[in-house]
């Protein structure tokens, strides 16, 4: 939206976790947000121009000016994304899935801004991080979100024990997550290394009609079976 206003803001725009109506899980606000904004900081244009279209199908397409976010990124571009709020434009942040800056590189965007002097707008929308806390019965007074686990088996399962001994030692739930393909194997590794009574929450394809969201203990677990595989999901632990 082009206004008078010397600096645009940076509006942190959240997407959906999956394939559902935006509305459902979405304010309103974000639709108004996506029909003003013209310049988006993106992961990845062709899945980011499917969310604007279908939260805002008047929208135009042609008048979108999308910039990649990824890996592929070339980091000396990056501190050029923020030009069009310098001059006056606002502009959106919309990651792959879920909230920006939250376990995602949007984060180094949001901390230009402040560097920048750019207003950071973070807008309500569904993070798979606090809704699998919200929904595991753990300690939400204190808990840790502690990203991916190492891929090394003897790391992954020092990593266990040792996020095991820390949510003992301090009462703190302790979240982490994996590449979905990964999650049959992760899983494997959790029963075996974890001790029986420590709790477990599988919290998969969250606001989605398949969601699952289970919390036992480990030796509960060791009884039932569950497929995870590609299905995005988040782990936590409380010993």
């Not at 062709?46 to 042609?62: E, G, L």
């Not at 399962?157 to 999650?183: C, D, G, V």
């Amino acid at each position: 939206m082009s206004n008078d206003r010397k600096t645009g803001k940076l509006y942190l725009i959240p997407s959906t976790m999956g394939a559902v109506e935006p509305l459902e899980v979405l304010p309103i606000s974000v639709k108004r947000v996506i029909e003003q904004v013209d310049h988006y900081i993106v992961e990845n244009e062709k899945t980011a121009r499917h969310f604007i279209k279908h939260v805002s199908p008047r929208k135009s397409q042609p008048s979108l000016k999308l910039y990649p976010l990824n890996k592929f990124t070339d980091p000396t571009e990056i501190p050029t994304y923020l030009d069009p709020c310098l001059q006056g434009e606002d502009m959106g942040v919309i990651s792959e899935a879920g909230c920006p800056g939250v376990a995602d590189p949007g984060a180094s965007v949001v901390d230009l801004a402040h560097q920048k002097k750019i207003e950071v707008v973070p807008l309500v929308g569904p993070s798979s991080i606090l809704l699998a806390m919200m929904a595991s019965g753990m300690n939400g007074q204190n808990f840790a979100f502690n990203g991916y686990l190492p891929i090394d088996k003897n790391e992954r399962r020092n990593s266990i024990k040792q996020l095991e001994r820390r949510s003992a030692e301090s009462e703190q739930s302790q979240i982490f997550i994996e590449t979905p393909y990964r999650n049959d194997k992760l899983m494997y590794d959790l029963v075996k290394n974890l001790k029986p009574t420590t709790r477990l929450c599988i919290a998969a394809d969250i606001t989605l009609s398949t969601q699952y969201i289970k919390t036992k203990t480990i030796a509960e677990w060791e009884k039932q079976e569950v497929s995870l595989h590609k299905r995005p999901a988040i782990f936590i632990i409380h010993a």
